[in-house]
T-cell receptor
Framework: GAGVSQTPSNKVTEKGKYVELRCDPI?????LYWYRQSLGQGPEFLIYFQGTGAADDSGLPNDRFFAVRPEGSVSTLKIQRTERGDSAVYLC???????????????FGAGSRLTVL | GEDVEQSLFLSVREGDSSVINCTYT??????LYWYKQEPGAGLQLLTYIFSNMDMKQDQRLTVLLNKKDKHLSLRIADTQTGDSAIYFCVLRRARNQGGKLIFGQGTELSVKP
C-alpha cells in the first residue's frame, strides 16, 4: 500500500479481555516497529522485526504483550488480560531496511487507539 | 522519556520564527531527528542531522546541534497556521545499544493568525 495501515483505528475493551492490533506495512519494507504513545508522552519503543523475526523485543513491558509477523509483512500486536494502564495509541512504523543509518526513514501509521475500561 | 527533554508548549504569531529546543543525555547518539505529529495523522519525519554536523538547513527549517551542550533546536522560519502540531525531538541510540529511536515528550506548537 501507499502508507502504513493500522486497524482498528479505535478499540474499546474491558479490563481482562484479549486484544489484537494489526499493522500492514508499506509493501517491500523489511523492517517493522511497534511503539506505544501514552497521553501527553512521546512514543516508546516496544518491538522491532527484521523480516519474520523479532530482532529486538526489549521494549515489551511484560509477558502479556506479544507480537508476530509470520510472513514478513503484516504484523499483529497481541495483548492478553488487558489492564487500564494499557490504554494508549499503538503506533506501527516500517522502513525499507533495518539498516543503521539516518537515511533509514521510518514511516509511521496513524495508530490504533486502545481504551481499556 | 527522561533521556530527551523538550518544553511542552510554544505559541507564536503567523509569520514569526519558531524555535523548538531539546536537550538530551545520550552522547553516543549518532542521528538526531525532528518528527511532526498532527491530530489523526501519522508521525512525519521533518529532517534529521548526523552528529558530526552542527547545522542543517532545509527550506524553512534550520536544525542546530550543539554536541558539547547536548542541545538540539529546530527553527521554523515564517511560521504558518499549518505548522501547528506537536514536534518531537528524537535520538537514535548507537548501533551497539540497539539503534532504536528515543522520543522526547513533544512540544505543542500553536500558531496564531
Amino acid at each position: 500500500g501507499a502508507g502504513v495501515s493500522q486497524t482498528p483505528s479505535n478499540k474499546v475493551t474491558e479490563k481482562g479481555k484479549y486484544v489484537e492490533l494489526r499493522c500492514d506495512p508499506i509493501s517491500g519494507h523489511t523492517a517493522l516497529y511497534w511503539y506505544r504513545q501514552s497521553l501527553g508522552q512521546g512514543p516508546e519503543f516496544l518491538i522491532y522485526f527484521q523480516g519474520t523475526g523479532a530482532a529486538d523485543d526489549s521494549g515489551l513491558p511484560n509477558d502479556r504483550f506479544f507480537a508476530v509477523r509470520p510472513e514478513g509483512s503484516v504484523s499483529t500486536l497481541k495483548i492478553q488480560r488487558t489492564e487500564r494502564g494499557d490504554s494508549a495509541v499503538y503506533l506501527c512504523a516500517s522502513s525499507l531496511t533495518g539498516e543503521y543509518s539516518g537515511a533509514n526513514v521510518l514511516t509511521f501509521g496513524a495508530g490504533s487507539r486502545l481504551t481499556v475500561l | 522519556g527522561e533521556d530527551v527533554e523538550q518544553s511542552l508548549f510554544l505559541s507564536v504569531r503567523e509569520g514569526d520564527s519558531s524555535v523548538i529546543n531539546c536537550t538530551y543525555t545520550d552522547s553516543s547518539s549518532t542521528y538526531l531527528y525532528w518528527y511532526k505529529q498532527e491530530p489523526g495523522a501519522g508521525l512525519q519525519l521533518l529532517t534529521y542531522i548526523f552528529s558530526n554536523m552542527d547545522m542543517k538547513q532545509d527550506q524553512r527549517l534550520t536544525v542546530l546541534l550543539n554536541k558539547k551542550d547536548k542541545h538540539l533546536s529546530l527553527r521554523i522560519a515564517d511560521t504558518q497556521t499549518g505548522d501547528s502540531a506537536i514536534y518531537f525531538c528524537v535520538l537514535r541510540r548507537a548501533r551497539n545499544q540497539g539503534g532504536k529511536l528515543i522520543f522526547g515528550q513533544g512540544t505543542e506548537l500553536s500558531v496564531k493568525p
